[in-house]
């Protein structure tokens, strides 16, 4: 019981951080009225904070994130917050830029609750992970929903300074009820194993290059393309939110599928496979997804759009299990260095992706969806090509 407490606990620290997630671009017409910028200017912030979610990876293995957890996930938490409360008395929306991007940085809330759950579980992994990664999306669904009724209420400042409150009310009492550990950053082994030169750890972070490439992009991108479309500020909210729920959903349902298919073989071929299928399923339902959104948008069709996003969301469902590959292929010694690793390589996507689609969508909007639907068959490809391969754990011959 204690095991699902701290899962719970986690879910909701990532809800309250991922707050960021969304809020700002359901408030877009208030933010770019109060700083007078044009709608190019304000995509930038998107771009800074996807940009955040992958240079967030190059500080985990820093001393920054070595020694207590609990202090770890504060530091990794306050990364969303600080920014929060600067945000509205910020005159430059050049530093707004900034700080959105030093809000990038609470991604690493994820490597570090995977570390704890790691020492939890073994064939619950899955849906342990899959439960709080849901945690990203929920943040998504709190920050539309500030952004929707608080802002109406209170002016956006007021709201920002709300949701700051919140985070750290959230933080204060998941602080109260668990467990604190040490995180220590071994050094490399007498047999000087190197995760970077292991040909393994690039092709498997990259399965999970293209739902990021996708997650991170679909909701700054289908926003502007709704108030390009004249939708009203409701209904790209709703769009947002369902999405964000969707990806939840997906989360927890592929995280418990996983747990099904992992307890029949906890070995690590066994866990591993089982990780394959749940991410090559996950891209299947979502490839077709996105080819209903991409034909939905090019008709301007609101109602085709909306029931799209609940197949879309099933991208996430790549998250639980990819999040549990590094404690089940790499020996117990590297496998939180592993993480972060797979974490960069798999964020890499948030530093190009955007402004790629970005790109494509000034030439053609057909192109940008095209783009955007072609990676889950991306995912799948690398997918294949990943299960072929000796894990480390079989390599070195080390326990994971």
Known sequence: MKRWKSVILDTLVMTAGFGTLSMMSVAKPDIISHFGISAEAYDLQHVAYVFGLFIAFLLGHTKLYEGSFKRSVAIALSFAAIPQILIPY???????????????????????????????????????????????FWGGVFGSMSAKYLVS??????????????????????????????????????????????????????TFFPALWVIFTIIGFSSSLGYGLGWTKDQVANLSTSLNISKAIWSIVMGFVGFQLSKKNPSSRGLFKAIIQVMILSYAIAFVGLAIYSKAMLAGNYSLTFASVWLIGALQGTGPAFWTSA??????????????ALGLVSNSANAIAPSITEILAKQSESLALAELAFMPILGIITLVAVSRMKLPVEELREES
């Open 327 to 340: 404690p089940a292929t790499y020996p117990r010694n590297i496998y939180p260095r592993a993480s972060f």
């Open 90 to 136: 910020t005159g430059n929306w050049h530093l707004v830029v900034f700080l959105r991007f030093i809000q990038g940085f609470v991604v690493n809330l994820v490597p570090l609750f995977s570390t704890q759950i790691a020492n939890y579980f073994v064939a619950e992994r899955p849906f342990a992970k899959g439960i709080i990664l849901s945690g990203i």
């Open 153 to 206: 209420a209170f002016g956006w400042k007021v709201a920002f300074l709300i949701t700051v409150l919140i985070m750290y009310t959230v933080l204060l009492i998941w602080w109260l009820f668990t467990e604190d550990f040490e995180i220590i950053h071994k050094k490399e082994s007498s047999a000087e194993v190197n995760i970077w030169k292991m040909k393994f750890t690039w092709v498997l972070g990259f």
